[in-house]
Protein backbone atom coordinates (compact mmCIF):
# COMPACT_ATOMS: atom_id res chain seq x y z
CA UNK A 1 0.00 0.00 0.00
CA UNK A 2 1.35 3.63 -1.07
CA UNK A 3 1.92 5.76 1.44
CA UNK A 4 -0.60 9.29 1.28
CA UNK A 5 1.01 12.35 1.63
CA UNK A 6 -0.59 16.05 1.74
CA UNK A 7 2.44 18.83 1.01
CA UNK A 8 2.29 21.59 3.69
CA UNK A 9 4.84 24.42 2.45
CA UNK A 10 5.48 27.16 4.44
CA UNK A 11 7.32 30.04 4.95
CA UNK A 12 6.37 30.91 8.35
CA UNK A 13 4.07 33.81 7.75
CA UNK A 14 0.55 34.13 8.68
CA UNK A 15 -0.86 33.10 5.56
CA UNK A 16 0.83 29.80 6.16
CA UNK A 17 -0.49 29.75 10.25
CA UNK A 18 -3.85 30.39 8.95
CA UNK A 19 -3.77 27.34 6.26
CA UNK A 20 -2.02 24.93 8.72
CA UNK A 21 -5.70 23.78 10.30
CA UNK A 22 -6.83 22.81 7.02
CA UNK A 23 -3.91 20.71 5.98
CA UNK A 24 -3.97 18.78 9.15
CA UNK A 25 -7.16 18.17 9.51
CA UNK A 26 -6.87 16.86 5.31
CA UNK A 27 -4.06 14.73 6.65
CA UNK A 28 -6.59 13.30 9.23
CA UNK A 29 -9.17 12.55 6.67
CA UNK A 30 -7.15 10.92 4.38
CA UNK A 31 -4.83 9.25 6.90
CA UNK A 32 -1.95 10.57 5.26
CA UNK A 33 1.52 11.68 6.54
CA UNK A 34 1.64 15.64 6.85
CA UNK A 35 4.44 17.02 5.18
CA UNK A 36 5.56 20.44 6.63
CA UNK A 37 8.37 21.81 3.81
CA UNK A 38 10.42 25.35 3.65
CA UNK A 39 12.23 26.19 1.28
CA UNK A 40 15.00 28.60 2.08
CA UNK A 41 16.22 30.50 -0.89
CA UNK A 42 19.70 30.75 -1.40
CA UNK A 43 21.90 33.60 0.27
CA UNK A 44 22.08 35.40 -2.87
CA UNK A 45 18.22 35.61 -3.44
CA UNK A 46 17.71 38.28 -0.02
CA UNK A 47 17.62 41.69 -1.02
CA UNK A 48 18.80 43.47 1.96
CA UNK A 49 19.99 40.90 4.17
CA UNK A 50 16.90 41.28 6.28
CA UNK A 51 13.97 38.54 6.29
CA UNK A 52 11.33 35.93 8.87
CA UNK A 53 10.18 39.32 10.78
CA UNK A 54 13.45 41.04 10.60
CA UNK A 55 15.85 38.73 12.00
CA UNK A 56 19.30 38.86 9.96
CA UNK A 57 20.01 36.70 6.90
CA UNK A 58 18.78 33.21 8.52
CA UNK A 59 21.15 30.38 9.22
CA UNK A 60 19.80 26.48 7.91
CA UNK A 61 20.09 25.57 12.15
CA UNK A 62 18.30 28.90 12.73
CA UNK A 63 15.37 28.12 9.92
CA UNK A 64 15.34 24.53 10.91
CA UNK A 65 14.04 25.26 14.22
CA UNK A 66 11.57 27.56 13.20
CA UNK A 67 10.32 24.51 10.76
CA UNK A 68 10.20 22.13 13.74
CA UNK A 69 8.11 24.74 15.87
CA UNK A 70 5.29 24.65 13.04
CA UNK A 71 3.58 21.09 14.13
CA UNK A 72 -0.26 20.83 13.75
CA UNK A 73 -2.40 21.00 16.55
CA UNK A 74 -3.94 17.22 16.81
CA UNK A 75 -1.55 14.87 18.20
CA UNK A 76 -3.14 12.23 16.11
CA UNK A 77 -1.92 13.81 12.74
CA UNK A 78 0.98 12.02 11.07
CA UNK A 79 3.73 14.24 9.91
CA UNK A 80 7.04 15.33 9.01
CA UNK A 81 9.32 18.31 8.30
CA UNK A 82 11.79 18.88 5.55
CA UNK A 83 13.98 21.62 4.38
CA UNK A 84 15.21 23.09 1.12
CA UNK A 85 17.44 25.02 -0.16
CA UNK A 86 15.85 26.63 -3.76
CA UNK A 87 13.06 28.51 -5.84
CA UNK A 88 10.12 27.87 -3.72
CA UNK A 89 8.43 27.29 -6.53
CA UNK A 90 10.31 25.10 -8.15
CA UNK A 91 11.02 22.76 -5.28
CA UNK A 92 7.21 22.93 -3.78
CA UNK A 93 6.40 21.32 -7.36
CA UNK A 94 9.59 19.12 -7.39
CA UNK A 95 9.02 17.45 -4.13
CA UNK A 96 5.43 17.09 -4.39
CA UNK A 97 6.28 15.04 -7.28
CA UNK A 98 9.35 12.71 -5.66
CA UNK A 99 6.52 12.37 -2.50
CA UNK A 100 3.77 11.34 -4.77
CA UNK A 101 1.52 14.30 -2.86
CA UNK A 102 -2.20 13.89 -3.65
CA UNK A 103 -2.65 17.43 -2.52
CA UNK A 104 -0.55 20.82 -1.92
CA UNK A 105 -2.04 23.09 0.71
CA UNK A 106 -0.65 26.82 1.37
CA UNK A 107 -1.72 29.91 1.97
CA UNK A 108 -1.05 32.95 0.49
CA UNK A 109 -0.73 37.12 1.26
CA UNK A 110 -3.22 37.81 -1.52
CA UNK A 111 -1.19 40.44 -3.04
CA UNK A 112 -2.79 41.48 -6.56
CA UNK A 113 -2.09 43.70 -9.02
CA UNK A 114 1.36 45.78 -9.14
CA UNK A 115 2.98 44.04 -6.13
CA UNK A 116 1.71 40.92 -7.31
CA UNK A 117 3.72 41.50 -10.72
CA UNK A 118 7.06 42.88 -9.37
CA UNK A 119 7.16 40.25 -6.37
CA UNK A 120 5.71 37.05 -8.70
CA UNK A 121 3.57 34.46 -6.97
CA UNK A 122 4.94 31.48 -5.48
CA UNK A 123 1.36 30.04 -5.06
CA UNK A 124 0.26 30.94 -8.91
CA UNK A 125 3.41 29.19 -9.57
CA UNK A 126 2.78 26.39 -8.10
CA UNK A 127 -0.84 26.06 -9.36
CA UNK A 128 0.33 26.38 -12.87
CA UNK A 129 3.06 23.38 -12.41
CA UNK A 130 2.09 20.89 -9.40
CA UNK A 131 1.69 17.45 -10.41
CA UNK A 132 -1.63 17.03 -8.24
CA UNK A 133 -4.54 19.42 -7.08
CA UNK A 134 -3.35 22.38 -4.75
CA UNK A 135 -5.51 23.81 -2.24
CA UNK A 136 -4.67 27.97 -1.91
CA UNK A 137 -6.00 29.64 1.30
CA UNK A 138 -5.79 33.18 2.03
CA UNK A 139 -6.11 33.99 5.79
CA UNK A 140 -9.27 36.40 6.68
CA UNK A 141 -8.16 39.99 6.98
CA UNK A 142 -9.08 40.30 11.03
CA UNK A 143 -7.01 37.14 11.58
CA UNK A 144 -3.88 38.67 9.80
CA UNK A 145 -3.95 41.93 12.00
CA UNK A 146 -4.77 40.21 15.42
CA UNK A 147 -1.98 38.08 14.88
CA UNK A 148 0.12 41.05 13.98
CA UNK A 149 -1.06 42.60 16.76
CA UNK A 150 -0.34 39.47 18.78
CA UNK A 151 3.38 39.19 17.47
CA UNK A 152 3.90 43.23 18.88
CA UNK A 153 2.88 42.79 21.82
CA UNK A 154 -0.11 44.96 21.95
Known amino acids: MARRVILFPTDFS???DAALPHAATLAKEKSATLLILHVEE???AYGSGELYYGLPEPS???ILKMLEQVTP????VAFKHRLTIGDPAGE?????GEEGAEMIVLGTHGRSGMSRMLMGSVAEAVVRRAPCPVLVLRAAPETLVRRKAEALHL
Open 14 to 16: TAS
Open 42 to 44: PPL
Open 60 to 62: SER
Open 73 to 76: SDPT
Open 92 to 96: IVRIA
